[in-house]
C-alpha cells in the first residue's frame, strides 16, 4: 500500500517514523491464514524433500558415470562445452600481456617426463610430419634459429596454480609452418608435439599454434635453455598452460585428428586455452 | 493438493495469519546455491592442494599456513587436481547462472527494498551487534532483515560476483586480459579468489549460528516462504488498517 509522497518531503524522518515504514515494507507483502499456512508447509516439506533427494541423487550419478579419459563422461562433456565457448571467443589478434624484461625470472623446471639427458643438442634432428606421418622434413636447430627472431616476456601459468613472467626467445611457430604450405592440405585443425621418444606428448589446436606469441623457444632469460627446461626447442605459448609447453621436441606433426595429449589421458581438459 | 484451499482465495478484508517472508523464486535460488558454493569450494581446494601457498605470517614467521597436510587428508583433498578442475569449472557456470538470476529477480521484483542498507545501516547494524551480544536492551528498529542482515547479505553477493570475476580472470588470463589487468593482475586475482573462499567459510559458520539463534519458524520461513505473524506484527497491521490522520 503506496500513498502518493507530498512534493515537499521532511528533510529527516524521525526514528519512530523510520520503525513504522520499515515494518510496513516488511508487511506489504501476501497474508495467508493459518489454514493455507499449514498447507503451504506441508507442501514445502514434501517438495523440498523430493528436490534435496533429487540433488543428491544427480550428484551422486555424476560421480559414477562412464569415465571418458579419466574423468566422469559429463565432466568431460563440459570440458567439451567449455571448449567450443571459448574457442568461439577467441580473438588471434588479442595478445596476452607482456612485461617489462627485469620482472622476469627464470621459473624452476616442473617436470621432467620424457626428457633424455644424454640427448646431445647438437646431434638432435626435429622431425617434421604431415597428416599420415609421413616425414615432410629434418631440420637442425639452425634451421629453426633462421627464422625470424622473437622476444617475449609473458607469464607463465602451471595448472598447479603458480606462475612465473619468463623471458623467450626463439622462432613464430607460424613462420616455421609457413615452410611447409605447399606440402600440406589445406586447413589441417590440428598439431601434435612429441618428445624424441614420444614419451610425453601434447595435442594443440591450430589457432593457438598460429598465435603471434607462440614461440619454438630455444633461449630463456637469454640464455639456450637447459637440459630440464627442454633444450635444444621447446614449445612456449602464453595460450595454454605449462603442461602444454612441451620440452625438448622430437616430433611436430600437423593432423587432422585431434592428437593424443599425455595429460588429458590422466583426466586433464584437452583444450585448457588461455 | 486441498481442493478448498486452492479454489478458495483467503477473503481479502482478513488480514490472514502468516506473511510471506522469501518469496519462491528466492527460496528455490537460495537452496540451490547452498550446495552449489560447497561444490565450488570442495573442487576449488582441490585445486588449491595442488599450489597451496598462503599462510598467515610475515617473512620467515608463519602463524597459520593454508593447510595443514591432515586437512587435505581427511577431507580426500589431495591429488585430486585433475577432477578438482573438471568439476570446478562445470559447476561453476551454474553458480554464475544462479547467481545472476538471483540478482536479476531480486531488482525486478523489488526485493532488493528489503536488502538494501540504508544510511543508518552502520549505527543499526553496530547496535543489532550489541542486542546479540546482551550488551544493550532494545534491537534497532527493522523491516524483513535488520541492517547486520542487509549488509552481511549484500555483502555476500557482492562477493560471489567478486568470485565468478576473479574467477574466470584467473581460468582465462589473456582472452580476459583486460579484467586480469583490472583486478591488479594474475597473482592478485587469485589471492582474492582464495580470500574471498575463506570469507565464504567465516559467513557461514556467522549465518548457521544466527539461524540457529533465531529458531525454527525463521528457518523454515526459508522453506516454505511464509512465517506466522508475532504479536506485535499483528498489532501493527491492525494499527495501518485505521486511517492515519491527514498531513497537514
Excluded at chain 1, 13 to 24: G, K, S, W, Y
Aim: hydrophobic content about 45%.
Amino acid at each position: 500500500m503506496t500513498t502518493p509522497e507530498p512534493p515537499s518531503r521532511p528533510p529527516r524522518e524521525t526514528d519512530q517514523e523510520r520503525a513504522v515504514r520499515l515494518q510496513a515494507e516488511m508487511l506489504d507483502a501476501p497474508m495467508i491464514s493459518e489454514a493455507a499456512f499449514r498447507t503451504k508447509s506441508r507442501r514445502a516439506f514434501v517438495v523440498g524433500g523430493a528436490a534435496a533427494l533429487a540433488g543428491f541423487l544427480g550428484w551422486r550419478w555424476i560421480g559414477t558415470q562412464h569415465e571418458v579419459e579419466n574423468i566422469p563422461f559429463l565432466l568431460r562433456e563440459g570440458h567439451r562445452l567449455n571448449e567450443q565457448l571459448w574457442r568461439g571467443l577467441y580473438n588471434p589478434d588479442r595478445l596476452a600481456p607482456t612485461f617489462a624484461v627485469s620482472r622476469s625470472r627464470m621459473p624452476i623446471a616442473n617436470g621432467s617426463l620424457g626428457l633424455r639427458s644424454d640427448l646431445d643438442p647438437d646431434a638432435w634432428m626435429l622431425r617434421v610430419e604431415g597428416p599420415d606421418g609421413a616425414l615432410l622434413d629434418t631440420l637442425d636447430l639452425a634451421a629453426v634459429q633462421a627464422l625470424p627472431r622473437v622476444e617475449m616476456t609473458t607469464e607463465l601459468k602451471c595448472i598447479e596454480g603458480w606462475s612465473e613472467i619468463v623471458h623467450w626467445t626463439g622462432a613464430r611457430f607460424s613462420d616455421f609452418a609457413a615452410r611447409y604450405v605447399n606440402q600440406l592440405p589445406e586447413g589441417l585443425p590440428y598439431v601434435s608435439l612429441a618428445t624424441p621418444d614420444g614419451d610425453y606428448y601434447v595435442g594443440m589446436d591450430m589457432a593457438s599454434m598460429m598465435h603471434a606469441q607462440t614461440l619454438l623457444c630455444y633461449a630463456m632469460q637469454g640464455a639456450p635453455l637447459t637440459m630440464f627446461h627442454g633444450a635444444p626447442l621447446r614449445l612456449v605459448t602464453p595460450l595454454k598452460y605449462g603442461v602444454k609447453l612441451l620440452k625438448q621436441i622430437g616430433i611436430i606433426r600437423f593432423s587432422a585428428e585431434r592428437p593424443a595429449d599425455y595429460w588429458t589421458e590422466r583426466g586433464y581438459d584437452w583444450y585448457i586455452g588461455h | 493438493m486441498t481442493p478448498s484451499a486452492s479454489n478458495e482465495p483467503p477473503p481479502p478484508a482478513e488480514p490472514g495469519r502468516a506473511v510471506q517472508k522469501h518469496p519462491r523464486a528466492v527460496r528455490w535460488m537460495h537452496w540451490v546455491n547452498f550446495p552449489l558454493l560447497a561444490v565450488m569450494i570442495w573442487s576449488g581446494l582441490r585445486i588449491y592442494w595442488a599450489d597451496d601457498v598462503y599462510r598467515i605470517g610475515w617473512g620467515g614467521w608463519t602463524l597459520f599456513a593454508f593447510f595443514p597436510d591432515g586437512f587435505y587428508e581427511v577431507l580426500d583433498l589431495n591429488r585430486h587436481l585433475a577432477r578438482g578442475m573438471a568439476y570446478h569449472y562445470f559447476f561453476g557456470w551454474l553458480f554464475t547462472i544462479n547467481g545472476i538470476l538471483y540478482v536479476g529477480y531480486t531488482v525486478v521484483s523489488g526485493e532488493w527494498r528489503h536488502l538494501c542498507p540504508d544510511r543508518h545501516a552502520l549505527r543499526d547494524a553496530w547496535h543489532t551487534a550489541l542486542h546479540d551480544l546482551h550488551l544493550r536492551k532494545t534491537p534497532p528498529p527493522q523491516g524483513r532483515y535488520n541492517a547486520a542482515q542487509r549488509l552481511t547479505y549484500v555483502g555476500i553477493i557482492i562477493m560471489g560476483a567478486g568470485s565468478v570475476l576473479t574467477g574466470l580472470a584467473i581460468y582465462k588470463p589473456t582472452q580476459l586480459a583486460w579484467l586480469v589487468t583490472l583486478l591488479g593482475g594474475y597473482t592478485f586475482a587469485r589471492t582474492i579468489h582464495f580470500v574471498l573462499t575463506l570469507l565464504y567459510v567465516a559467513f557461514f559458520v556467522v549465518h548457521l549460528a544466527q539461524v540457529v539463534r533465531a529458531g525454527w519458524s525463521n528457518f523454515w520461513g526459508m522453506v516454505m516462504g511464509y512465517e506466522r505473524l508475532k504479536p506485535d506484527e499483528a498489532a501493527g497491521l491492525a494499527d495501518s488498517d485505521t486511517e492515519p490522520p491527514e498531513a497537514p
